[in-house]
């Protein structure tokens, strides 16, 4: 299984705010900043959040994230159909010396 | 534009070897580490091992150690993710990512992927 806890499956409807949490121990998240990516169906993933809580350049500022201790989690809000994708968690883990995955949460828009 | 560009499809048998590869155009190869990430048919990201094209440092995963090879030409800008003898189990898509050097620990970009196929 993977060093960082995503639930595998997430949902909302369009205008809502959905979160995805991402949970990890203290060799990871809780020493090391957290990033986000997103991927779509038959794409390579592409960074969504670096940092814990910033976004890179054209990331809509619907997407925002933040981190305490040893956990962190993912917000979108206005939530749009495609927004549909898989979303992981990543974070540097001392103990692996190498980077350490959740295992991807997979975003439905009913 | 910074970019990674992966090297095509490939179908293998059993017991094959191979080496497929990624190259960093848009920026400075030497600085930044590439990293080989796995994702299986319909699973989540596994990281492989990375290297630094500086000085060819490479950390390899545990999962994987002993099991690839990860190598680098920085004269061509190109890095490389190798195996002696693929089994059907080696099949999915493999990614290079570049990622950056102290703060600027997170993946970016990632190239296409490259889909390997091993089958009898």
């Known amino acids: 299984q993977s060093v960082l806890t995503q639930p595998p499956s997430a949902s909302g409807t369009p205008g809502q705010r959905v979160t995805i949490s991402c949970s990890g121990s203290s060799s990871n998240i809780g020493r090391n900043t957290v990033n986000w990516y997103q991927q779509f169906p038959g794409t390579a993933p592409k960074l969504l959040i670096y940092?814990?809580?910033q976004r890179p350049s054209g990331v809509p500022d619907r997407f925002s994230a933040s981190k305490s201790g040893t956990s962190a989690s993912l917000a979108i809000s206005g939530l749009q159909s495609g927004d549909e994708a898989d979303y992981y968690c990543?974070?540097?883990?001392?103990?692996?010396?190498?980077?350490?995955f959740g295992g991807g949460t997979k975003l439905t828009v009913l | 534009e910074v970019q990674l560009v992966q090297s095509g499809a490939e179908v293998k048998k059993p017991g094959e070897s191979l080496k497929i590869s990624c190259k960093g155009s848009?920026?400075?190869?030497?600085?930044?580490?590439i990293a080989w990430v796995r994702q299986m048919p319909g699973k989540g990201l596994e990281w492989m091992g990375i290297?630094?094209?500086?000085?060819?440092?490479?950390k390899y995963s545990p999962s994987f150690q002993g099991q690839v090879t990860i190598s680098v030409d920085k004269s061509i800008n190109s890095a490389y993710l190798q195996w002696s003898s693929l089994r059907a189990s080696d099949s999915a898509m493999y990614y290079c990512?570049?990622?950056?050097?102290?703060?600027?620990?997170?993946?970016?970009?990632w190239g296409q992927g490259t889909l390997v196929t091993v089958s009898s």
């Open positions: 848009g920026y400075r190869f030497s600085s930044y580490w």
């Open positions: 940092s814990n809580n």
């Open positions: 990543e974070a540097w883990d001392d103990s692996l010396s190498g980077p350490a």
């Open positions: 990512a570049r990622h950056g050097v102290g703060a600027t620990n997170w993946f970016d970009p």
């Open positions: 290297i630094y094209p500086g000085d060819s440092d490479t």
